[in-house]
């Protein structure tokens, strides 16, 4: 079952300038940042009532995404979902035929549990599930 949207991720160039809008003239806080390595992905966190919004700006020009800035400039690269167990979704999806970036779980920002649905079986949108304990 879907809880909630947990966040709205949102792809950014300079992660500085971003915050700096971000904070000063939409009265945002960040409360923290953070590296993935594996997403090679700088976040920065930004509470919104029950969600959050994440900057995430690229650690690297072959990241995920420096590659979505590159393909489609900067802006919003995904919208995430919370769910109580992430695996169990998956492997609902998976039967009802939803193609899967991600086939099982695993570690994303801020301690979630996370995976990816394709575009192609979304309409377009680069969907993230996440369970958070």
């Known amino acids: 079952m879907i809880k909630k949207i947990d966040h ?7 992660l500085a300038a971003a915050i700096k809008f971000y904070e000063g003239l939409l009265g945002l806080k960040v409360t923290d940042t953070e590296v ?3 997403q090679k992905v700088k976040v920065a966190f930004l509470p919104t009532g029950d969600s959050e919004v994440e ?6 020009s072959d990241g995920p995404v420096a590659k979505y800035i590159e393909k489609n400039g900067e802006g919003i690269q995904h919208i995430a979902f919370r769910v ?3 695996a169990e979704k998956l ?3 998976k039967e009802k035929g ?5 086939e ?7 301690g979630a549990m996370i995976a990816f649905l394709h575009p192609k079986s979304t309409s377009g949108t680069l969907v ?6």
């Open 55 to 60: 900057l995430l700006e690229s650690t690297t």
């Open 91 to 93: 492997a609902e999806l």
């Open 128 to 133: 993230e599930l996440c369970e958070r304990k």
């Open 8 to 14: 709205v991720g949102i792809a950014v160039k300079d």
């Open 98 to 102: 939803v193609r899967l970036i991600d």
């Open 84 to 86: 109580d167990n992430l």
């Open 104 to 110: 099982k779980p695993r570690r994303g920002a801020g």
């Open 36 to 38: 993935v390595e594996g």
